[in-house]
């Protein structure tokens, strides 16, 4: 059995923010064809502040518990600051996550980065170039 932190078993099994979030200004999908992970980010945006933001995750307990920290991390931070953050910063908020399952942080912050792509393509923005990147990467990854 994977050796979790007491975080992460605790977002795994009452994880905040699940659901659809209906009239969302951007949806991120993303998944990983090797474990079947798959996760959907909603955000709900006001003056480029992230003021709502949900989740809905088929996948084991890292997915879950990463999709649920990244939306109680994100909400009330600007787009600005939620694009410095990396998988990194939701493994230690998650006092860690074992060395198989690092790849669900990945998907975390991969998914709020889609949803944050929607956005900037639904409302006309011009997208940063580091999103572009990141996006250009994740439709890279969902060719293959």
């Known amino acids: 059995m994977l050796n979790y932190s007491q975080k992460v078993l605790d977002h795994f099994k009452n994880p905040r923010n699940v659901g659809k979030l209906e009239k969302a200004d951007g949806v991120g999908e993303v998944g990983n ?85 929607d956005y900037y393509q639904k409302k006309g923005k011009r997208v940063p170039k580091e999103l572009k990147k990141r996006h250009e990467r994740i439709e890279k990854l969902r060719k293959i």
């Not at 003021?51 to 991390?73: D, L, N, P, R, W």
């Not at 909400?75 to 399952?101: A, Q, R, Y």
């Open 33 to 117: 064809l090797v474990c079947g992970d798959v996760m959907r980010l909603f955000i709900r945006v006001e003056d480029e502040v992230i003021k709502e933001i949900s989740f809905e995750t088929y996948g084991c307990a890292a997915a879950i518990a990463t999709s649920s920290v990244i939306t109680e991390m994100v909400k009330g931070k600007t787009i600005s600051e939620v694009l410095k953050m990396s998988n990194k910063d939701i493994i230690d908020n998650l006092d860690g996550l074992p060395p198989i399952k690092i790849h669900c942080s990945l998907l975390s912050v991969d998914a709020l980065s889609e949803a944050i792509w």
